[in-house]
């Protein structure tokens, strides 16, 4: 995958106060590598637990758990906002966290949306 706006928009580099497993997501979500472990597989349990495998092979088979799908949620929401995302990048965006999480993140708040 190639680089872009959206990718320097959201790189944790960006937000000093971004923790560890946000980053490890949003590396996961964007397909790059910003932790150590990587994240090799996210996945939201039917009860709304996130949980996370990283990609070491010391690590597989081990899974953490992450958070919970609505803190998640408003999370990528609220770095979408902070990042500047436009409409676009959004859309691309909120397109990229419902293929790698199944999360729906809506309209991007702030921007009028109808």
């Known amino acids: 995958m190639t680089e872009g706006p959206l ?5 944790p580099q960006r937000f000093p106060n971004m923790s560890l497993p946000m980053a490890a997501i949003l590396g996961f979500v964007l397909e790059r590598q910003y932790t150590t472990p ?3 597989d996210v996945q939201v349990t039917p009860d709304g637990h996130v949980l996370g495998w990283p990609s070491e092979e010391e690590c597989v088979g081990h899974s953490m758990h992450l958070g919970v799908e609505a803190d998640l949620r408003a999370n990528l929401s609220r770095l979408g906002m902070a990042a500047g995302l436009d409409q676009q990048e959004w859309t ?3 397109a990229m966290v419902r293929s790698q999480l199944g999360i729906e993140l809506g309209e991007l708040a702030g921007k009028g949306g109808s």
């Open 7 to 11: 990718h320097a928009k959201l790189d």
């Open 38 to 40: 990587a994240l090799a």
């Open 92 to 94: 691309l965006f909120a």
